[in-house]
């Protein structure tokens, strides 16, 4: 508006060349008041082009607003809330986070959408799983540990992990809980090397005890072999389902099967039951072959 109204004061001050005079006399010539007439006109076409151009711009920002602006803030605040603490997520699964997967068939890293799976095996049994988002082993650690105590099971008195699981936070969480926790963290085997140890700059070297390795290396035997177990001989190597609610139950199915086929196994082994005769196997085998047919079961004596 300041800008107007400079512009009809120059132009109305251009109107009036002789404007003392025309004091004096009183009067306009015809000229003058024609002169006066188009000054007036041309200030206002020159104000209308103006507001049409300053409505113009405000319809096309107001346009991009509501067209572009404003859909895009609604979708990152959508994704927003579906990040949560993460900084990844799949399209076709919203609950699964991209991850370094060790199946990496082209070497090239690839991050494939995922979920990293926890489990505590006692005598290769599952005693617990947890489903987590996070792809690193380490902040998975006390989640796993915090729903196997809400599940009401015993209370461990030693945890046995690898180096994925070594961190501050973790050795913290383990005294305050206090059970004895054998989790080396990520640079142990390095500090454990000659050249480690010969260096002056290291100026302390933690203690090695041989019963503590002993115990240690029970956790190739324990959690490594059952996950070889479902992901090798039981052929699960991704899930089927999507969401997380959905995965935690299909893995829990796995986990059930994979629990009673062990047992089973170690049934069959410490049976001490002397096995059949080929012939009394052969007769029972007939009989129950008839009683699924439909026909009575006849018992054997």
Partial sequence: MKKFFILALAIVY???????????????????????????RALSVSIITILRQAIRSKRKIYKKLKEDY???????EAQLEIFGDRNSYSKTDHDATFMRMK??????????????VQIGTEDQLILGYTIHQRPTDTRCFVPHLEK??????????????????????????????????????????????????????????????????????RRKIE??????????????RRFSLRGLEKVN???????????????????????????PSRKLFSQRFFLFKKGLLGQPLLSVV
């Fill in 14 to 40: 251009a109107a009036f060349p002789n404007r003392s005079a025309g004091r004096q006399r009183g009067i306009l010539t015809a000229n003058q008041s024609i002169t006066i007439l188009q000054n007036i």
């Fill in 223 to 236: 959690v490594e072999s059952v996950f070889g177990h479902i992901k090798g001989n039981r052929s699960f």
């Fill in 103 to 116: 199946e990496d068939h082209m070497k090239n890293g690839q991050l494939k959408p995922g979920y990293n």
């Fill in 148 to 217: 196997l105590k809400a599940s009401g099971l015993p209370k461990p008195k030693r945890i046995i992990a690898d180096a994925g699981y070594g961190g501050e936070a973790n050795y913290l969480y383990a005294h305050e809980e206090e059970f004895e926790a054998l989790i080396p963290y990520n640079t142990m085997r390095k500090e454990e090397t000659r050249a480690y140890k010969k260096d002056i700059r290291n100026v302390s070297n933690w203690e090695y005890r041989e019963k503590d390795e002993q115990i240690y290396a």
């Fill in 249 to 275: 139950i299909e893995f829990g199915l796995g986990a059930i099967v994979h629990n009673l086929l062990k047992q089973a196994e170690k049934n069959r082994l410490f049976q001490k039951e002397e096995k």
């Fill in 70 to 76: 404003l859909p895009r803030l609604k979708k990152y």
